[in-house]
């Protein structure tokens, strides 16, 4: 089979404790087919780079992306590339203003939110929107995770998570979470009970005191002993058996590893044995 497409995001989801991928691929702006990558662990897959970039807004080819498929001017105006959705905290649109787009931040930002832990390489907080739960954890490569807030809108739960930044990291170590390897040894139960603790009393209304964690498995048949990353631009014919699919990378088995949404907008096409 060979599909052929502009790369998006892998969209995720759980199925009996296991994540599920499909990959989409456009036709430059519009959507197309979407694969199932599960399907694909452990067969050898083919993908080819050619060299066409389309900015995942305008479609307009271009040379790089920033942010996740765009091209300079398109990152700089489009509501999906907003400061608020790196730092939830900048948000005001509960306010009435907005930073970019009034009605896709209402959409988006007015909304429930959650602050929550996860564990990838770390135990680690963070903000989605209530609507992407699974979807976020799997993203992230998280094995555990639960709510720990539930906020209205966007800047609560942000500013729920600077308030605990002095004690918890919000980053995950990508190589770390590759390997399946951890560096905190508290479970993450213990660490909610910890935490909740330390979250400032004027949010006290959102804690959600004990929100169940949960597991997520994902579909890998070996880890990497090391890691070696790969970039369209310079390996632009990648041929390999996948070995195992975990947050939005595929893991070869040869250690080598592709963030599929770092290369948002790339046409590719795809192949499997």
Known sequence: ??????????????????????????????????????????????????????????????????GEGFSYKAWLDSPLATESIIRPELSRIHEGIALRDKEWEIRNHLVPHYTYLSLTSDIKVGVTRVENIPSRWIDQGAIEAVAIAKTPYRQAAGLIE????????????????????????????????????????????????????MKIHFPVERYPVKVNSLKLDKFRLIEKKLAGIKGQYLLFGDNTVINLRSHSAYRIKLSAE
Not at 187 to 200: D, H, V
């Open 162 to 213: 600077v308030a605990l930044k002095d004690y918890l990291t919000d980053k995950t170590n990508w190589r770390h979470m590759i390997m399946d390897q951890r560096t905190n040894s508290m479970s993450l139960l213990e660490k909610r009970a910890e935490i909740l603790e330390l979250i400032p009393e004027e949010f006290e209304e959102f804690v959600l005191w004990d929100d169940e964690v």
């Open 1 to 66: 089979m060979t599909w052929e497409g502009n790369i998006r995001k892998m969209h995720t989801s759980l199925h009996n404790g296991e994540a599920q991928y499909r990959l989409p691929l456009y036709d430059i702006t519009t959507p197309g087919v979407e694969v199932n990558m599960n399907e694909l662990v452990g067969k050898e897959i083919r993908i080819e780079f050619e060299g066409e970039i389309h900015c995942r807004e305008t479609g307009q080819l271009i040379k790089k992306t920033f």
